[in-house]
């Protein structure tokens, strides 16, 4: 542990300056994780009281998140977008997180998931179809694209249903994650009967999940031999199933199958937007990613063998995902009084733990904001320190489903990079919209080019 000198609290602003705090702890949360960072160091006092408690350093995030997590559940952030997400495996706790975490936990051992490699190659290879049809045309909706594609891959692979039918799932989930990020920024002070807009296209896209959720789990029920399917949602229904009262059991799994639908493809849609945008600003990283792509590949599709062969394309990604983390904000509460990197953390207290800020620390990495996949070459990243790097979290709450989304996205940047040049309209700005993840905000226009 970093020895600092003895502090009662960390840092932080006081007097005029805890009021823009506040404000921005409402409206820009990513910009006050950065400002903060900047002003104040590692750890920083952000609110009065017990206040929120925000730490910036490798060794902190490994104590809260890994070492000492059984003293940590979800904080500020996720407990608001509990009244929009439910009690599923993002935001749950206890003794519910874990029975959940053991349902689902089977369907992503790593066996399974190389199964999985050819249904992850044959959706890639419609998606590079699809945009091959809009070369030299008007340009396509990247973000749109890959949100297809990640519901497309979820859906064969966890529930073995075909999503492409439900066609309002898209902006369902879209207003869902507006009105988690409304609950967060209002601290659930807003009563959801309030007829404002964004809360009326909330109670809509709940009534249609939950008419999704119930047709998915009827159309499995009705299947003969269902009960012999080993999927995500077999072991979801199964679970549920055996709750004593029906409707906190379709409670359950309504929760629990939306966060699966939510959360499996939004992290990694947003890491493709990001990723294909990223290579477009740099063209000398898309030559490498292309050569390495066919110099593997050929003409074939990938198989789950190619992984550790594509490997300049794995570094791509996952400086990608250091810039843009997929989860860019981990927020816990205290239990029990702590003490983290030397500074007492009392009981009740909200910390946070902020991968976008650690992923841009200085000094952890070279001219931070800069986009380098050497960065995680073997030589580079050798002496870095394991938590300075978080992208998936850490500790007992790393994300589940990690290995299939690394695998679908190394798919679809060789798949797509050896047929096609993607450009960003120019004069297109590119800005984070930051959620459950950094979603690319408006969308991602990009013109597509085939090269054979």
Not at 134 to 142: L, Q, S, T
Not at 376 to 393: Q, T
Not at 409 to 424: D, K, N, P, Q
Request: proline share 7%; with cysteine.
């Amino acid at each position: 542990m970093t020895t600092v000198a003895p502090r009662v609290v960390p840092r932080g602003p006081t007097g005029v300056a805890m009021l823009g705090t506040l404000w921005k702890l409402g409206r820009d949360r990513l910009g006050l994780m950065r400002s903060a960072a900047e002003t104040y160091g590692d750890a920083v006092r952000l609110g009065p009281g017990r206040g929120l408690h925000f730490f910036n350093h490798p060794d902190h995030a490994k104590h809260v998140l890994a070492d000492n997590s059984q003293n940590y559940h979800k904080g500020i952030g996720l407990m608001h977008a509990r009244r929009a997400l439910g009690d599923g495996l993002l935001t749950s706790e206890g003794e519910l997180w874990r029975e959940q975490r053991r349902v689902i936990q089977p369907v992503f051992q790593a066996r399974r998931i190389a199964q999985q490699a050819g249904i992850v190659a044959e959706e890639a290879g419609r998606l590079v179809d699809r945009l091959e049809t809009h070369a030299g045309g008007e340009p396509v909706d990247m973000m749109r694209e890959m949100t297809g594609l990640t519901l497309g891959v979820l859906g064969r692979t966890l529930l073995d249903a075909d999503l492409s039918g439900f066609r309002s799932l898209g902006s369902a989930f879209e207003a869902m994650q507006d009105q988690a990020m409304f609950e967060m920024a209002s601290m659930n002070l807003v009563p959801m009967w309030v007829p404002l807009p964004q809360q009326m296209r909330f109670r809509r896209a709940r009534r249609e999940l939950e008419e999704i959720v119930d047709e998915l789990a009827a159309r499995r029920r009705s299947r003969p031999g269902h009960e012999d399917h080993d999927d995500a949602l077999s072991r979801l229904l199964e679970s549920t199933r055996r709750e004593a009262d029906p409707a906190v059991g379709r409670r359950r799994l309504h929760d629990e199958l939306t966060t699966l639908l939510l959360a499996g493809h939004e992290t990694t849609a947003s890491t493709l937007g990001w990723t294909f945008h990223l290579l477009d600003r740099h063209p000398q990283v898309w030559e490498r990613v292309r050569a390495e792509a066919v110099a593997v590949l050929g003409d074939r599709p990938p198989t789950y063998e190619d992984l550790p062969r594509l490997t300049y394309i794995g570094m791509v990604l996952s400086e990608a995902m250091r810039l843009y983390p997929p989860v860019w904000m981990l927020s816990r509460r205290a239990q029990e009084a702590d003490e983290v990197g030397g500074y007492r953390v009392p009981a009740g207290t909200d910390v946070l733990i902020c991968p976008y800020t650690l992923h841009r620390h200085r000094a952890y990495w070279d001219d931070p904001d800069r986009f380098d996949p050497e960065r995680f070459s073997p030589s580079a990243s050798a002496d870095r320190p394991r938590y300075a790097y978080v992208p998936f979290g850490a500790g007992p709450r790393f994300c589940v489903g990690n290995h299939l989304g690394l695998m679908e996205a190394v798919f679809v940047v060789a798949m797509v990079s050896r047929r096609l040049r993607l450009h960003t309209p120019d004069g297109h700005r590119v800005v984070p919209e930051p959620m459950l993840s950094l979603r690319i905000r408006g969308g991602l226009p990009m013109t597509v080019r085939a090269l054979t």
